[in-house]
């Protein structure tokens, strides 16, 4: 498996003597420390040209208005293919509204975009949606909020255990926790309006019905309240700024309707995040958790998925955490970074956040149980602890 692809930045030899266990005797020897900046830093200094001519707005070597998935081909056509083998594009999507298409602002050549900030602005349009990049697989792709597992009891016979149907179970006892069990929720956690940053194309007022130029009024905003900030009546803003476009329906073609078009997108998408922060606010942060593979060994599979540099889609559920019984905890989070580091072995500094809770209530004895009584309380697996019971969402 590929951890890191990259080149090196900065090379720094330097002369020591060192004692020789083997030997017995003292020897010089170079020990040389390597700077490298991986693939995404490659993105983030590659500027390509785009596919605008000499006559356009955005001019020579600019990218034109267009929607997120010709804008993703087009930027690997003329370029990002030499840093990145594949990528995840962002194709229109289906709602019960119709199709929502996300139509970009053209992007000036004296900008002098690189291929990264081209990407964010295409990934950007997913709710919440951030550049996540594999590099076993050489290929960047869409990193959003995991969605909370359902928590499942089950009994095989010989034990009962919990499982997490679609996301990853892993024990507090393989966990270690470098700071100390200290919890924290801070003033970011508590948002209380949504706005959408994006741009409005529509009349220039100074001239007559017919002779209309395309005019781009900058800085348009939408906005939504969370309902902490219906609540509250508090004003703190989490403000996304996207390159999503909207035109006026009375100076240009409209299309098949305005969600088709595009022109509900900013709509669209304060709607959608405002329905994940909702889940979010008021949630407890974890400590800085360390996974460490030799002293904390987890299964191989456990393994593979967690010992990785980029941000996890399945939701991670700590068995018997000492978090498990706290309110606004939880109960299920999401790796969105850490330090990955390797001496003889892996350890793997976790910064995790909540993820996307689906949960609408807690169990009774009687939803947990049932009418189950082959089970002794010698079946239950040693790792479950009593509030991992408050998490189940599914009993016996």
């Not at 970011?188 to 001239?207: F, L, S």
């Amino acid at each position: 498996m590929v951890v890191f692809r990259g080149r090196i930045a900065a090379a720094r030899p330097e002369r020591r003597v060192i004692f020789n266990p083997t030997t017995k005797t003292y020897a010089p020897v170079w020990l040389v420390a390597i700077s490298a900046g991986d693939t995404l830093a490659e993105a983030a200094s590659t500027v390509v040209p785009g596919e605008m001519g000499e006559k356009s707005v955005e001019g020579p070597g600019g990218w034109g208005e267009q929607y997120t998935d010709t804008r993703m081909a087009n930027l690997f056509n003329f370029g990002a293919k030499r840093i990145f083998d594949s990528y995840e594009g962002v194709a229109p999507e289906a709602t019960a509204d119709g199709q929502v298409l996300r139509r970009m602002h053209g992007q000036a050549a004296s900008d002098q975009r690189s291929v990264l900030e081209l990407i964010a602005q295409v990934y950007r349009l997913v709710p919440l949606g951030v550049v996540n990049y594999n590099p076993d697989t050489n290929r960047v792709q869409v990193g959003g909020f995991a969605t909370a597992s359902s928590i499942v009891l089950d009994f095989d016979g010989e034990t009962i255990r919990i499982t997490v149907p679609s996301g990853r179970l892993v024990p507090a006892t393989r966990v270690a926790v470098p700071d100390g069990l200290v919890g924290e929720t801070t003033s970011t956690d508590a948002i209380d309006v949504i706005q959408i940053a994006y741009n409005w194309y529509g009349k220039d007022p100074n001239m007559t019905p017919g002779t209309q130029k395309r005019v781009i009024y900058t800085g348009a905003i939408f906005q939504r309240k969370t309902a902490r900030g219906d609540a509250t009546g508090g004003n703190r803003v989490l403000k996304i700024d996207t390159q999503s476009q909207f035109r006026d329906p009375d100076e240009f073609e409209p299309g098949p309707g305005p969600v088709q078009y595009g022109n509900a997108f900013p709509r669209w998408l304060a709607n959608r995040i405002t329905e994940i922060v909702n889940t979010l606010n008021g949630q407890m942060r974890l400590p800085t958790l360390r996974l460490d593979d030799r002293r904390l060994p987890l299964t191989q599979g456990t393994s593979d998925a967690l010992y990785r540099p980029y941000q996890t889609d399945a939701p991670l559920y700590f068995l018997g955490s000492v978090f498990n019984g706290l309110d606004n905890a939880g109960p299920e989070y999401q790796i969105i970074g850490g330090t990955l580091r390797y001496d003889g072995g892996w350890t793997h500094d976790l910064t995790v956040i909540p993820a996307r809770s689906n949960r609408t209530s807690n169990l009774t004895l009687a939803d947990l149980f049932g009418q189950f009584s082959n089970g002794r309380i010698r079946d239950f697996d040693p790792d479950i602890r009593l509030t991992d019971l408050i998490n189940v969402t599914k009993g016996l």
